[in-house]
């Protein structure tokens, strides 16, 4: 019988929240995970006030959706709740523009919702069955439909928990290679619009993963977070070759099989067995799904990857939106690039696989990484 320490191993989206939360607790580091978030403005008064957090992963809300966490910050006296919606991509990769803003996976819209939600509790009215907006609910965003909750005592529990908290805040948690607040970009879609943004846009904020490793409160090398981000982050890429996003991306669309190359097929067919492996990880509840007709594969409503044909330059690429989630190590400059896909308001990283010695490379090296 073999000696060994018992432990739980994290994956997913959510093993990453659950790793951090595990770290946080073991490192009493409450307030300084508040302190890692780059706000939209000025760091709110009660994160240096803090003495204790409850933290409460996956809180499944109903038609308000599921944060990822949901944070209640304790001062001596009162307490505030943060929203927590992860991602392992970049903000730029993980929001919907204005045009698909009613896709509820993507970070804005959840961060909406998030505030939906806040908007009903604390509401006033409503029982214990239900907590729903009114018809003439104050969406902040594009209007769908007037949401709810409708658990019976959980109901009630909720209104316990958050009905009479002294602040409601909102934070992305992503991959972004610096903390800078996405939300001072005019260019990308807020979570709330018009008078909405303006009267709580101070309430956001964005958090990485690197701050907290930079700030030594969770560690890829061990501890609980490290299992996860083993198999879910990029590597940290921060050199001088490190792929950036550009105002002018390379726009790469596919061609039908019949117009591919015969020497290019069987790198197709390599591709093929290997990106979903890549992606799989990208969320642990959804199913990566292939669309063969494409070489698209999506979870949820987002395109994960493609595998496109270059006929300019005869050469097969594998566009990946996990931002520089393939080690750089294994890859050359020069076969790396920015594109976009057709119809696509998101920018990948694009790889190019001239030879099976490419794809054979490119396959040792990511099972040398994950091993």
């Keep these: 019988m073999k000696n060994g320490t ?40 009660f994160v240096r006030e803090v003495e204790y957090c409850e933290y409460l992963p996956e809180f499944k809300l109903g038609e308000f959706g599921s944060p990822d966490l ?3 910050a304790h001062t001596f006296n009162a307490k505030f709740v943060v929203f927590v919606e992860a991602k392992v991509v970049s903000y730029a990769n993980a929001k919907a523009s204005e045009a698909s803003f009613r896709q509820a996976r993507t970070i804005n819209v959840q961060l909406a ?10 509401a006033g009215a409503g029982d214990n069955i239900e907590i729903a907006e009114r018809a003439d609910y104050d969406s902040g965003i594009v209007r ?9 005592g959980f109901v009630s529990y909720c209104r316990k928990l958050f009905a009479d908290a002294d602040g409601f805040y909102y934070v992305a948690l992503t991959t972004d290679a610096e903390a800078q607040s996405p939300y001072d970009d005019d260019d990308v879609l807020k979570a709330l619009v018009g008078a909405a943004w303006e009267s709580e846009k101070g309430a956001f904020g964005l958090l990485t993963y690197g701050a907290l490793i930079d700030a030594g409160i969770v560690s890829r090398e061990e501890g609980a977070f490290a299992t996860a981000a083993q198999l879910m982050l990029p590597i940290d890429d921060t050199g001088a070759d490190k792929l950036v996003y550009t105002s ?18 069987p790198l197709i067919d390599a591709l093929t067995r290997l990106v979903p492996c890549l992606i799989g990880a990208v969320a642990d509840e959804t199913e990566v799904e292939e669309l063969t007709g494409s070489y698209s594969y999506r979870v949820g409503n987002i395109v994960y990857a493609r595998i496109m ?39 990948y990283i694009g790889y190019k696989f001239y030879s099976e010695d490419d794809i054979a490379r490119f396959r040792e090296g990511i099972d040398e990484y994950f091993a």
């Design 70 to 72: 949901i944070i209640i």
């Design 248 to 265: 002018n991306p390379t726009t790469v669309k596919g061609v039908k099989l019949d117009e591919w190359s015969e020497d290019k097929k």
């Design 144 to 152: 769908d439909k007037a949401r709810s909750l409708r658990k019976g």
């Design 113 to 122: 919702l998030d505030r939906r939600f806040k908007q009903a509790v604390t």
């Design 6 to 45: 018992s432990k739980v191993l994290y994956y997913g989206e959510s093993g990453l929240v659950a790793g951090i939360v595990a770290d946080v607790i073991a490192a009493k580091a409450d307030k300084r995970l508040l302190e890692c978030v780059v706000w939209n403005g000025k760091q709110p008064d």
């Design 309 to 347: 044909y270059l006929q300019n330059e005869n050469t097969v690429v594998l566009a990946l939106l996990k931002d520089e989630n393939i080690p750089q190590y294994v890859y050359d400059d020069d076969k790396r690039f920015v594109c976009k896909l057709v119809n696509s308001d998101k920018q």
